[in-house]
């Protein structure tokens, strides 16, 4: 990842882990292109530990004025990746978790609208190309019903 920060502080999400630095670049590799996002930030100074891919509004009705993805992997091979939604009237959250934790199994989705804690114990797929393609299909999902709505 070309300008990447290496001494970025692992955040809570991997249990102590460090940062995948490496599986983020192969992730900014494919998503940097795709066509739904306007704009795929790594390791932003907000969120170091991450990475925000900013979808195109075109695939959301006027209500809603921004949606963004943001994914955090660790080398333990946990992971948090975070939708998010700004609408005019409130905003739409929804996580899909891998790492220990008190309130809930190690794979877990904190469900939307608020991405609530406890959330629901889930199976996610062990390769990270699996997981990332079962939930952005299931963003995307999510997109298509606003217009069949």
Do not use: K
């Not at 900014?28 to 795709?34: G, M, Q, S």
């Not at 921004?66 to 905003?91: K, P, V």
């Not at 199994?105 to 939307?112: A, E, F, G, N, Y």
């Amino acid at each position: 990842m070309s300008g990447r920060r290496d001494d970025i502080p692992s955040s809570g999400d991997g249990n102590g882990a460090p940062i995948d630095l490496d599986r983020l670049d192969a992730i900014v590799e494919r998503l940097a292109t795709d066509e739904r996002f306007t704009d795929v930030e790594v390791q932003p100074e907000y969120a170091p530990d991450r990475l925000m891919c900013r979808y195109d509004l075109g695939f959301y009705p006027q209500s809603v004025q921004s949606a963004r993805f943001t994914i955090a992997w660790f080398e333990n091979g946990d992971f948090s990746l975070h939708y998010h939604e700004e609408h005019e009237d409130g905003t739409f959250d929804h996580r899909w978790d891998r790492h220990l934790s008190t309130h809930n199994s190690r794979d877990h989705i904190h469900p939307s609208p608020s991405a609530s804690t406890p959330g629901d114990d889930a199976s996610h797929p062990e390769e990270w190309r699996d997981v990332m393609s079962m939930v952005l299909s299931e963003i995307e999902e999510r997109q298509q019903a606003f217009w069949t709505e």
